[in-house]
């Protein structure tokens, strides 16, 4: 299944940078990209951070600030070529390469590359745990390439209010003081424990599914705390701004559903 997302990213990968371009979705503009600020704090010159899964370097070029080295990896061929592209318009520095995170030799590599003072202060990784069939080689390379007290960020799709676990429902009710009809957002779960492997068209139009690797937290998490990262802080945003009734299915009408859980782990 690793190699089908691969083929799916590579196939997706022109209509996801046209459609987020430079600063992305709502979600990225009012979640991901705050949170992963806020997490990562104050960069000054001669930080090191590293980006996987890049993407189309969204995080990378907004991470990219004058002093700081940012090493942005992924997968994909294409999203490489084209974060590229956009890192060299937008007057950025980052250093891009492949890199395949179920894939130990080159973990292995990459760790040798990055030794020493080489080693990264921050490791950010946006919603890449979900297309990710064993998180257990990831979780022993992140320590291997921060350095001492140095962070690692995870953005995450919700796993107890977001899909596969949980569905969306309206319902349309008269209020009965007014006799208005309102609309009742809520969030239905039916299984969260255990679920197979299931296809996602992750963003509405993209010509090929992919596969998600649903986890409970304590799946999520465990992995990271075994191999000796400290939990330090965990971020469930929602969008808080006014709702879109004539979009039922829009998450901005779950005000008090988190889309995200995002969480900080520190090197001991």
Request: glycine content about 6%.
């Amino acid at each position: 299944m690793a190699s089908d997302n691969l083929n799916a990213w590579n196939t997706n990968a022109a209509f996801w940078d046209t459609t987020l371009g430079d600063r992305g979705n709502d979600l990225f503009q009012q979640l991901i990209l705050p949170s992963v600020r806020s997490l990562v704090g104050p960069l000054g010159p001669g930080s090191r951070v590293l980006d996987l899964g890049t993407g189309n370097g969204m995080i990378a070029r907004d991470l990219a600030e004058d002093g700081v080295f940012v090493r942005a990896t992924d997968f994909s061929v294409d999203h490489i070529r084209l974060a590229a592209t956009r890192a060299r318009i937008a007057g950025k520095n980052i250093s891009f390469g492949l890199l395949d995170l179920l894939k130990e030799d080159e973990l292995d590599r990459f760790v040798e590359e990055y030794r020493g003072d080489e080693r990264f202060d921050v490791v950010v990784g946006s919603m890449l745990l979900k297309e990710l069939s064993d998180l257990e080689p990831l979780a022993q390379f992140v320590p291997k390439v921060l350095k001492e007290r140095g962070r690692a960020i995870f953005v995450n799709p919700h796993p107890c209010f977001h899909k596969p676990a949980a569905h969306r429902v309206m319902e349309l009710r008269e209020n009965r003081q007014t006799g208005v009809q309102e609309q009742v957002h809520w969030i239905k779960v039916t299984d969260y424990l255990h679920i197979d492997p299931v296809q996602s068209q992750a963003l509405r139009g993209q010509s090929e599914p992919l596969t998600w690797y649903h986890r409970p937290i304590h799946e999520m998490l465990n992995p990271f705390t075994q191999a000796g990262l400290a939990l330090k802080e965990v971020q469930e945003p929602s969008f808080d701004d006014a709702p879109v009734p004539s979009e039922i299915q829009n998450y901005h009408n779950y005000p008090q559903i988190p889309m995200l859980f995002i969480f900080s782990l520190q090197k001991r």
